[in-house]
């Protein structure tokens, strides 16, 4: 018997010496992801789509949703590495991590094995809408297109340039695709290269992007899992990803993420982006104050006072709300607001209406829906809110799940269903154009505007400057917090 152990030993000796000589440069993958000894390590490329908490750790987004999933159907935690454009590179191949995610196409060098497709997409060129639009692959001859170092649409366009005459390719070092398009959007470059699936995102912060050239085929967005991933951990990840593509799961949470940069205008975008740069910063203040007293993000609170009011403290409508936040005299009364018409008063009594909202709904209603259905309880009330929760529970629709309620929300127009409510017809339809505007503006104040400061002293200063801001600056003129 032990002549057998050591022929089994020294067997395993000699596979693993072939292997290391046939693979050349090595590297073990992590042990498979067990409970209570393995957690599910997840190297992360900062960007875009990737949603950090304040203290820089991955909170949301859909990525990270999916991810989550996949480690609770494994029964183990999550652990994310987050790691900027400048060095994700080098990182995968350092291995170290199960996955490497973040908007990833498969590695052109095969360097890194990838999980089954989970989209697909295509490179496309963006320009500014003043500027002739390009609509040939021919016209790139003699110009100068903009692309992020490191990404498939650098690959796409070097390949480009060996075949159209002229055709200079700049790589740059930004942070994320956003900062390299607001060039666009400031005319400092004439044109870029993007991912076609970040062309509605990309809308909201710089309206006058416009996309207007193809530039490649359709390509896969991935999962890596490093030069020599676990078989198990691949198996059961290309199961997962085939299966919530088939069940909807995929589907559900791209509408989760993505479901409202549909809606506003270009007209629309930049009345708001002129509003943030004169308006806002005389009233930052008491969006600041309001998330003090009621920790709900300032920049949410001044989303929702723009969708209501358009940040005009005297604002009322025909069915007598008023005032910033457009409280009902119900309402103000019993959120003790004395003056609808004081710009501090108003905010303050909205944001702690909002939280009433919030807090009202069942305690297993997670977050990001709970602040959505909130949202859309300001406009419809929270009795007509329950009773479009109830209708969702009858359809077999989760009234937990905002992608669920905005298509449930209309029907309570509808007199076959509005007929069997106590509560009577609402206008559902309005509460979910409303909650999908402010979802758009919130975007938009996160990417421009500041967090509250957690310094007390910052946080002073920053008051401070708000307190001293004198005229209204010219068109093009930002002021900063």
């Known amino acids: 018997m ?12 000699l596979f693993t010496a072939l292997l290391v000589a046939g693979c050349g440069n090595w590297q073990s993958s992590l042990p498979f992801p067990t409970p209570g000894k393995q957690d599910l390590v997840v190297l992360l490329e900062k960007g875009p789509l990737t949603h950090l908490d304040d203290s820089g750790n991955p909170n949301n987004g859909l990525e990270h949703d999916l991810l989550q999933l996949f480690g609770e159907e494994l029964g183990v935690p999550v652990r994310f590495i987050t790691s900027p454009r400048s060095t994700f590179a080098q990182q995968i191949r350092q291995g170290d991590y199960h996955i490497a995610a973040g908007w990833l196409s498969p590695n052109s060098d095969s360097s890194s094995v990838s999980s089954a497709p989970l989209f697909s997409t295509y490179d496309l060129l963006v320009q500014d809408d003043a500027s002739l639009p390009l609509t040939d692959l021919a016209q790139l001859a003699d110009k100068t297109v903009h692309v992020l170092a490191g990404s498939r649409q650098a690959q796409t366009l070097r390949q480009l340039a060996e075949k159209i005459p002229g055709l200079t390719v700049v790589a740059v070092d930004r942070s994320d695709i956003l900062d390299l ?59 997962f990803i085939h299966r919530v593509r088939a069940d909807g799961t995929l589907s559900r949470l791209e509408e989760r993420y993505f479901g409202h940069v549909h809606r506003l205008t270009p007209l629309d975008i930049e009345k708001f982006q002129t509003a943030i740069e004169r308006t806002l910063p005389r009233l930052r203040r008491f969006f600041q104050d309001a998330e003090r007293q009621t920790g709900i993000d300032w920049r949410l609170i001044a989303a929702l006072a723009w969708q209501e009011s ?35 008063e108003s905010i303050l009594g909205g944001a702690r209406y909002l939280n009433i909202l919030r807090d009202g709904l069942p305690p297993d209603v997670p977050e990001p829906d709970r602040t959505w259905l909130a949202i859309a309880g300001y406009n419809l009330g929270p009795g007509h809110l329950n009773a479009g929760r109830s209708i969702a529970r009858q359809m077999q629709a989760d009234p937990n799940a905002w992608v ?3 298509r449930i ?10 007929s069997r409510l106590k509560s009577g017809r609402a206008r559902g339809g309005e509460a979910v154009i409303m909650t999908e505007n402010i979802r758009s503006f919130y975007d938009i104040l996160m ?8 310094d007390p002293l910052a946080a002073l200063n920053d008051t401070q400057k708000s307190l001293s801001i004198s005229p209204a600056p010219r068109s093009g003129q930002g002021i900063k917090p």
């Open 409 to 418: 929300l209309p029907l309570m127009a509808k007199p076959e269903y509005y």
């Open 2 to 13: 032990l002549r057998i152990h050591r022929l089994s030993a020294f067997c395993a000796i």
């Open 404 to 406: 669920d309620m905005r």
């Open 310 to 344: 358009h940040w005009d403290p005297f604002a009322t409508s025909y069915t007598n709300v008023r005032g910033m936040m457009m409280l009902t005299e119900d309402t103000a009364d019993r959120l003790k607001v004395s003056n609808r018409l004081d710009a501090r």
């Open 181 to 239: 398009l607001d060039e666009v959007g400031d005319h400092k470059i004439s044109y870029a290269a993007m991912d076609s699936r970040l062309e509605d995102l990309a809308s909201q912060y710089i309206p006058s992007l416009r996309s207007t050239l193809t530039l490649s085929e359709a390509a896969p967005i991935v999962w890596q899992l490093g030069a020599h991933p676990n078989p198990e951990l691949q198996a059961r990840l290309d199961e």
């Open 447 to 454: 990417r421009r505007e500041a967090p509250l400061p957690s």
